[in-house]
């Protein structure tokens, strides 16, 4: 029986040993997303907790719309890679998150936070623009959007902000015919960046000036 004790004691410790071996590592946290022109995706996050050097990949999984299933779309296998630009049109609707497997992919962590795109509209009353944007639900250093605006063919310009919850922005052009195109940044925890989709407006002003009537008239009788 004594015999049989020590047996089924040496049991446990090696189940309670494999077990605490092989654990999964906390779940990675996204804290940037940013589109370029080309509707191309980048996704920045926070490195999880590794002190046995268990990792093995980060896994990105992505869903097109608002409903149907997450699906794998990149795998990671560097542990100190903490950022990644993924190819392709993802400046509409769809939605990110991330897991870290450990010990061969034995061990998967949850799932991080799902993040989107900040994704803003435009409208138009002749040369008056209103940028509209809806809720990003990403944590930022200072909570403040950044508005950049291009001209036809010219550089993008800095051209104001808004705080939250405020996410509308009025901008009224000196242009008469332009096609326009804006773009916002708000700076997320750790000092990245996200960044919005690159909508263009084309505006034409069709108000003529107000009339101006000829008042007085004289004339030089020398000349």
Known sequence: LKRLTIKYILLMALIFFVKSGFSALSAPVLQCIALDEAGNVTLTWSQPQDPNSEFSQYIIYYQDGEVGSFNSIEQINSYDTLTTTILGNFSGIGSFYIVVTSNGGIEVSPSSNVVSPLLISLSNSNRQIIVKFGEFNLPSTDSI??????????????????????????????ECKANVQYYVEIEGIGGCESRSNFPVEAILDKTPPLQTNLICASVDTSS
Do not use: E
């Open 145 to 174: 959007f950044q508005i950049y605006r291009r001209i036809d063919l010219g550089p993008f310009v800095w051209i104001g902000q808004t705080k939250r919850p405020n996410q509308q922005f009025v901008d009224t052009l000196k």
